[in-house]
């Protein structure tokens, strides 16, 4: 029989997420719970130390397992298949997940679906309306800057990525360097509103070309030199938003009239930024963004990709599948 309850999990970096879906009769999906831990150690060291992300998964799943259970309102035996990211992540915080997804498997007997992590920010927007190919996908995290065209369900052609740092990157990195915190995304998203745009000349990159690449070490550049020139956090903050939402939105609607696509599904942690989810509000495409805490890692999106996996027919993963720090 098909699984009715599918339980996901996401350690590929420093969150430990799990989350519950509900594949409904009609055929749609529900999250059913969302639980995160997201871990603070690293704070002090001013990036993830690998080894203690792994660690902290290890002492935290269990617990973060029993959280999404309970809001679920569900016993472990309920759960009818579960969904892990096997990669691309940190090698030894992915395997803490992925050992635990296949013992828990194994001991309920239930089928295993391995995910890719792009593809649970993919279908985190599957949260919200129902994803049908063919559509282009945008995935901006701390990690990605991917521009995806999916002709078909399941099936992802690269037509754009950065060409240095993500864009989630910048954003921490801007921040940064303009006192504002981590992470960046929301410090500079609140900072800009007290901003002006315009006070900090900041040249869109990659003007004029005909692919859909992105670049955003120009625009860190730019924040320097201005910052060093003496301009305020929150014109900073303010200039560099509006160039890089501008360049995100710019280039996604190029490749969608590029490919013919109409609806494009923006997802990643720096979706869930306010004046990118308004422009592309404005814009001719139907933007299609993930709910509420499903922007950034979590395990609810990976049960999101299991789901579909299961809708589309796909056989489960193979109990012997590894971990993959670069998938391709
Ligand atoms: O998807 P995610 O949790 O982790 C990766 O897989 O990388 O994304 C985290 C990134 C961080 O760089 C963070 O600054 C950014 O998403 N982010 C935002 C916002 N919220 C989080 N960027 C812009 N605006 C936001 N509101
Ligand atoms: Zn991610």
């Known amino acids: 029989p098909r699984p009715r309850y599918i339980l996901g999990i996401d350690t590929s970096c420093d969150d430990t997420g799990v989350g519950v879906v509900e594949l409904l009769l009609g055929g749609g999906v529900q999250v059913r719970a969302n639980r995160v831990w997201s871990q603070t150690v690293h704070a002090q060291y001013g990036g993830v130390m690998p080894e203690l992300a792994s660690r902290e998964h290890v002492e935290r799943i269990d617990a973060v397992m029993g959280d999404a259970l309970a809001d679920a309102g569900l016993r472990v035996e309920d759960i009818g298949a579960v969904a892990t990211t096997s990669g691309p992540g940190l090698m030894g915080a992915l395997l803490v997940g992925l050992m635990y997804g296949k013992g828990l ?34 995935v901006v995290s701390g990690g990605h800057t991917h521009l995806f065209d999916v002709p ?29 915190g981590y992470p960046g995304g929301p410090a500079i998203s609140e900072a800009a509103t007290r901003g002006n745009p315009d006070a900090v000349p900041f040249k869109e990159p990659l003007q004029g070309q005909k692919g859909f690449d992105f670049s955003f070490s120009g625009l860190k550049t730019a924040a320097l030199l201005a910052h060093k020139a003496g301009a305020t956090p929150e014109d900073l903050a303010a200039g560099f938003e509006r ?7 710019k280039t996604a609607l190029r490749a969608a009239q590029a490919y013919g696509r109409e609806t494009v599904v923006v997802s990643g942690g720096v979706a869930a930024n306010r004046a990118l989810r308004k422009a592309f509000a404005a ?29 589309a027919g796909r056989l489960p993963s193979s109990l012997t599948e590894g971990a993959v720090a670069y998938a391709p």
């Open 105 to 138: 498997a194994q001991a309920l007997d239930v089928p295993f679906y391995a995910a890719h992590h792009l593809e649970g920010h993919i279908y985190a927007a599957a949260s919200e309306a129902e994803l049908r190919a063919p559509y282009l996908a945008l």
């Open 283 to 311: 814009s001719p495409v139907r933007a299609v963004f993930p709910g509420k805490g499903l922007n950034t890692d979590n395990g609810a999106m990976i049960a999101l990709a299991g789901a579909a996996a299961i809708q």
């Open 152 to 180: 078909r369900e399941g099936e992802y052609v690269l037509v754009g990525a950065t060409r240095d740092d993500a864009a989630g990157e910048a954003f921490d990195k801007i921040a940064r360097l303009a006192g504002l």
């Open 243 to 249: 160039a890089a939402v501008r360049v995100l939105v």
